[in-house]
């Protein structure tokens, strides 16, 4: 059974430049999770999606994140415009339901100069 | 507030050796999560253990969640180990908390 794939594994861009990153989760999981991960630090949650509904983005900076699940499969998470402190692996992660155990993708590193 | 710390921050192993990592959590948990996260960056699930023990290989971990922590033990350890320990819990209304990780070193 194939895990959680995400695209691209690394992008570099310009600031003010928009980036978007995408995550097909493990088939059949209702759930999926965006996650930031900093250097030095564990992952922290941008927001988690019950099927195509978007719940739990308290953390997901909304002036210039955005982040959408259509029909409930992948999801797109879009950054626009880029700043410097938006360098960071970001994680895409799915589980049967809220509270099952969770699987993460390989994240997608960016760097933003 | 809620918290979840891990120890040691840092540990070199002897290639063969044994060690135990120590996740303490500041309250009751629904969930209880540990993954390696290799040098490449993949966070690779070990196990899913709320409360109890259970084995994988060189691997295994407990949690006693009445008294709020949990262990992970590896034995005879191999390069292939290292990385960072990642150990994440589920508090009642709550997304899953990482720790600040143990970064193991094995060398050979």
């Known amino acids: 059974e194939a895990g959680v794939v995400q695209s691209p594994r690394y992008k570099i861009i310009e600031k003010k430049q928009p980036v978007a990153f995408w995550c097909n989760p493990i088939s059949g999981h209702n759930t999926l999770y965006w996650y930031l991960q900093n250097l030095g630090q564990g992952p922290e949650l941008l927001i988690r999606?019950?099927?195509?509904?978007?719940?739990?983005d308290s953390q997901l900076p909304k002036d210039r994140f955005s982040a959408e699940r259509l029909k409930g499969v992948d999801s797109t998470l879009k950054i626009q415009p880029a700043e410097l402190g938006d360098s960071a692996v970001y994680l895409c992660?799915?589980?049967?339901?809220?509270?099952?155990?969770?699987?993460f993708g390989p994240g997608t590193r960016l760097t933003v100069t | 507030g809620i918290q979840v710390e891990q120890s040691p921050p840092d540990l070199i192993l002897q290639e063969g050796a044994n060690s135990t990592l120590r996740c303490n959590f500041s309250?009751?948990?629904?969930?209880l999560q540990w993954f390696h996260q290799n040098p490449w960056g993949q966070l690779i699930n070990l196990f899913y253990?709320?409360?109890g023990t259970k084995q994988n290989g060189r691997l295994s971990a407990t949690t006693v969640a009445t008294e709020r922590y949990s262990l992970l033990y590896i034995s005879s350890s191999q390069t292939t180990d290292s990385g960072v320990y990642f150990c994440?819990?589920?508090?009642?209304?709550?997304?899953?908390?990482f720790g600040k990780g143990t970064r193991l070193s094995v060398i050979a």
């Open positions: 992660a799915s589980s049967l339901y809220r509270g099952y155990e969770q699987y």
């Open positions: 999606y019950e099927n195509e509904e978007a719940v739990d």
């Open positions: 309250d009751s948990v629904n969930n």
């Open positions: 994440a819990v589920t508090f009642p209304g709550t997304p899953l908390v």
């Open positions: 253990i709320p409360s």
